[in-house]
């Protein structure tokens, strides 16, 4: 019998080495298949959101707004109306009205000006604990269930530092809400040329800061 020729035995090994690697190359991508179809399983997060106060409408009731302050909010005397419809509201504010004068007039009313408390008194700030003064107001207050606070034009640098405890007011009163008219006051044609007292359309954004932050009017109880 003759022996098959070596290129005939070489020929049959390479094509046995080819098969064997295609199959090995099959169950490989059949596994990797399988891992990938696999189903995977995700936790339910465990955190919870807690919504502020302040962010939450007022159940039935009162519908009282009292705004105290100086002659930059007075400046929204003939649109403030409109733009809280559906409140009562008593705008108190003054000229030149100081935080101590303000705290006079919440101690004589023995802390009774409304459901909603809004305050603009920083203008006149020459120096001090802002801070302080705020707590005590706020101390004062009976039957607010909402406050207000906006910041002021830093037209001296005393200012500043009100504005910066006013922006910490929230973080110990989770009823209280602020509103930052010193960052948008300087839009052109919202002030007069000392920067300060409203004109145009400045008499509606500082009301509309005011309308959004106290939010829509409570129904009767």
Do not use: F
Not at 86 to 98: E, F, I, M, N
Not at 150 to 156: A, D
């Amino acid at each position: 019998m003759t022996s098959p020729s070596l290129p005939k035995l070489r020929t049959g090994a390479v094509i046995l080495g080819l098969v064997l690697l295609l199959a090995a190359c099959t169950d490989a991508t059949a596994s990797s298949s399988v891992a990938t179809d696999a189903p995977t399983t995700t936790l339910p997060p465990t955190t919870t959101t807690t919504i502020p106060s302040i962010d939450l409408p007022l159940p039935p009731g009162s519908n009282t707004v009292y705004i105290l302050g100086d002659s930059v909010i007075l400046g929204t005397q003939y649109v403030i109306n409109q733009q809280l419809a559906g409140w009562q509201v008593t705008l108190d504010a003054k000229v030149s009205r100081r935080m101590d004068q303000g705290l006079d007039i919440v101690a004589a009313k023995g802390g009774n000006l409304g459901r909603v408390v809004v305050v603009h008194l920083c203008t006149n700030w020459y120096g001090g604990d802002y801070g302080a003064a705020a707590d005590k107001l706020i101390a004062m207050l009976h039957g607010a269930d909402r406050i207000v606070w906006s910041t002021c034009v830093p037209w001296v640098g005393e200012i500043n530092q009100a504005n910066d405890a006013i922006k910490a007011l929230p973080s110990r009163y989770p009823n209280l809400a602020v509103i930052d008219w010193a960052a948008i006051a300087g839009t052109p044609g919202y002030t007069a040329g000392d920067g300060l007292h409203l004109q145009g359309q400045g008499q509606y954004a500082l009301a509309d800061l005011v309308a959004h932050a106290i939010g829509a009017a409570p129904p009767p109880a």
